[in-house]
């Protein structure tokens, strides 16, 4: 339930420096992230998906954040000076991008969640925080970390891992984890492929959300013992939990409903949009007329770089040429001229020519949909030129041959499968 006081400020967030870990490719996507980090992918219109992590720290207080970044980073990085520089570091207050440079040793990356850490320790200890909050860089949702910063300190924790009920079914996907009466944490596994169910709720697994607090001092202590372990992954979910539970360390679980932040009858919202369906799915309710993630909310903003565009148009009154958009969400720089656009998404500056009709399509920005094409059940990556007539999600056999098309019927469409040169990086 919503909060009366709906943000969590504290010298607990003051003191707090929070680690994105946006590293990942995100290989789940296909060919959307083939050009581009998972947390770079954009969404819901007009963001990119980093800007839901970025976005909970600003809501909660925490000015202190570093962006660390490895596979594909280009639109990331360039996403983030443009859309996050607005801080002032005179007032200790900073976004900043951590690259795979090979601080520690010049043969390596960064090898697992730990070490992309462990390998920015230097810095990390110049911030001198008191308490270290790490996320992933790839999911959609809104939460108060201060909440949970407060919960670690009432518990006089080392750590605390955020967690959420999963069904059993998708749970081999996370790290499940078992507590006592008073939320202690007294087994994890990482990733099983028989999860165990939560005691009196067979169908459901409590699952690690891959956020977790540590006091600084006790973090930089374990980074450095697990790095000296040549049999270590340096994995939080793999290494680290289940060192710190054998060894008896105070590792509690933090249950997401306590700190999300969502009104008075809507649902705890949280997604991985770490497959094509899931991406979809998720954009696609977004057009619903009352979406299960709000972004209306005053109180808790998601904020994004945009560019300065004029508002979206929809022309000719004519009966067979009329410019329509229903249940949809149409962003800024769109035209949609003559053509029917239906329950879709569509990003900034998507051109749609006339005669052409959408359906369940979520349509990525710089798109031109051509005279009379049909796409039904799409994703259309950035930059893609449809030219007229092509019709696409009606004859599956026939999409196949081109484009990707899920278990689920969701076809993706990019410049490459188009024969397209797009050379702009996306």
């Known amino acids: 339930m919503q909060k009366e006081y709906p943000r969590f400020v504290s010298l607990l967030t003051k003191n707090t420096v929070a680690l994105i870990l946006a590293g990942g490719r995100g290989s789940r996507l296909k060919q959307l992230t083939d050009w581009r980090a998972k947390?770079?992918?954009?969404?819901?219109?007009?963001?990119?998906?980093?800007?839901?992590?970025?976005?909970?720290?600003?809501?909660?207080?925490?000015?202190?954040?570093?962006?660390?970044?490895?596979?594909?980073?280009?639109?990331?990085?360039?996403?983030?000076?443009?859309?996050?520089?607005?801080?002032?570091?005179?007032?200790?207050?900073?976004?900043?991008?951590?690259?795979?440079?090979?601080?520690?040793?010049?043969?390596?990356?960064?090898?697992?969640?730990?070490?992309?850490?462990?390998?920015?320790?230097?810095?990390?200890?110049?911030?001198?925080?008191?308490?270290?909050?790490?996320?992933?860089?790839?999911?959609?949702?809104?939460?108060?970390?201060?909440?949970?910063?407060?919960?670690?300190?009432?518990?006089?924790?080392?750590?605390?891992?955020?967690?959420?009920?999963?069904?059993?079914?998708?749970?081999?996907?996370?790290?499940?984890?078992?507590?006592?009466?008073?939320?202690?944490?007294?087994?994890?596994?990482?990733?099983?492929?028989?999860?165990?169910?939560?005691?009196?709720?067979?169908?459901?697994?409590?699952?690690?959300?891959?956020?977790?607090?540590?006091?600084?001092?006790?973090?930089?202590?374990?980074?450095?013992?697990?790095?000296?372990?040549?049999?270590?992954?340096?994995?939080?979910?793999?290494?680290?939990?289940?060192?710190?539970?054998?060894?008896?360390?105070?590792?509690?679980?933090?249950?997401?409903?306590?700190?999300?932040?969502?009104?008075?009858?809507?649902?705890?919202?949280?997604?991985?949009?770490?497959?094509?369906?899931?991406?979809?799915?998720?954009?696609?309710?977004?057009?619903?007329?009352?979406?299960e993630l709000n972004l209306y909310d005053k109180d808790w903003p998601i904020w994004t770089y945009q560019e300065q565009l004029p508002p979206a148009k929809f022309v000719f009154d004519e009966d067979q040429r009329r410019g329509k958009a229903v249940d949809s969400m149409v962003s800024g720089g769109c035209i949609i001229s003559g053509a029917t656009v239906r329950k879709s998404v569509l990003f900034s500056n998507v051109r749609v020519k006339e005669g052409a009709y959408l359906e369940e399509a979520v349509v990525l920005p710089d798109v031109t949909v051509g005279e009379g094409a049909i796409l039904k059940q799409v994703v259309i990556d950035k930059g893609c030129k449809i030219p007229p007539g092509m019709t696409i999600g009606v004859d599956r056999a026939a999409d196949e041959k081109r484009f990707l098309v899920t278990g689920k019927g969701v076809t993706l469409v990019t410049p490459e499968m188009l024969g397209q040169a797009f050379h702009h990086f996306r």
């Open 39 to 291: 947390p770079a992918v954009p969404f819901g219109g007009k963001f990119r998906i980093i800007d839901f992590p970025l976005s909970n720290c600003m809501n909660s207080g925490i000015r202190r954040i570093g962006v660390i970044t490895q596979y594909k980073a280009h639109s990331l990085i360039k996403h983030v000076q443009r859309g996050w520089g607005f801080l002032r570091g005179e007032f200790n207050e900073f976004v900043e991008l951590m690259p795979a440079q090979q601080r520690i040793d010049e043969d390596t990356w960064y090898r697992g969640t730990a070490d992309a850490i462990y390998q920015n320790l230097d810095i990390l200890r110049v911030y001198k925080p008191e308490y270290v909050l790490i996320l992933a860089g790839d999911h959609i949702y809104k939460m108060d970390y201060g909440e949970m910063i407060a919960n670690h300190v009432r518990n006089e924790a080392d750590m605390t891992v955020a967690c959420i009920e999963v069904p059993l079914k998708e749970a081999s996907a996370f790290g499940v984890m078992a507590t006592n009466e008073e939320g202690r944490v007294v087994d994890f596994v990482e990733k099983p492929d028989s999860p165990p169910p939560m005691p009196g709720k067979p169908d459901v697994a409590l699952c690690s959300m891959g956020i977790y607090v540590f006091n600084a001092a006790f973090l930089f202590e374990q980074l450095v013992r697990d790095a000296d372990d040549s049999h270590s992954d340096h994995d939080f979910g793999k290494d680290i939990i289940p060192h710190l539970i054998r060894t008896g360390y105070r590792v509690y679980a933090h249950s997401f409903t306590d700190s999300c932040v969502h009104g008075e009858d809507e649902p705890a919202y949280w997604r991985d949009v770490g497959t094509v369906d899931a991406y979809w799915e998720a954009n696609l309710d977004l057009s619903r007329v009352t979406p």
